[in-house]
């Protein structure tokens, strides 16, 4: 990807908007590119239209529909071709990749996305998750996994 520019370069967007918006994409990477916003906008606007065919109003579709836009006319106004909303901390720990998706799992966990520290709380939090889920041997190998990411990103974040 080309220019990612940290999201403290847009004053008119909230971390938690494009956490949201990545998390929708299928990917949270901790990256919102401007690609996936595209869709998410062109997603919005079918639905839209769908609505008004039948008559239907929806002032919140409008809404998020203007909220998304403007946070593309940022990007493109930056000439940005992605978003990272990661915390400072998180880009400064230069995880790879499968650790920023934990990483965004984790702040995601109070289901708003509206912190942006990890703290022990919050991987406690991930991993009591983790292990009340379902019992199959694939299930088993998934939460054996994802306890590991979790403690790997909690010693890169110096938190161990």
């Not at 949270?28 to 690609?35: E, I, K, N, S, W």
């Not at 990272?84 to 984790?106: G, T």
């Not at 292990?131 to 939460?143: A, D, H, V, Y």
């Amino acid at each position: 990807m080309s220019t990612v520019i940290p999201v403290e370069s847009f004053p008119r967007v909230v971390r938690s908007e494009l956490m949201e918006l990545d998390c929708a994409s299928g990917t949270p990477d901790g990256v919102l590119t401007r690609a996936e916003l595209e869709r998410h906008i062109d997603r919005l606007h079918d639905k839209y239209d769908r609505l008004t065919s039948r008559g239907e109003v929806s002032p919140t579709l409008s809404i998020d529909i203007r909220d998304c836009e403007r946070i593309l006319e940022d990007m493109i106004a930056q000439g940005a071709e992605g978003v990272d909303y990661l915390p400072q901390a998180i880009r400064d720990a230069d995880l790879p990749a499968n650790l920023k998706l934990r990483a965004v799992e984790v702040l995601a966990i109070d289901g708003k996305g509206t912190t942006d520290t990890i703290t022990r709380t919050l991987l406690s939090k991930a991993k009591r998750r983790l292990t009340g889920s379902g019992r199959t041997i694939g299930t088993l190998r998934g939460q054996a996994d994802g306890l590991k990411e979790i403690d790997l990103l909690s010693k890169a974040l110096g938190l161990n």
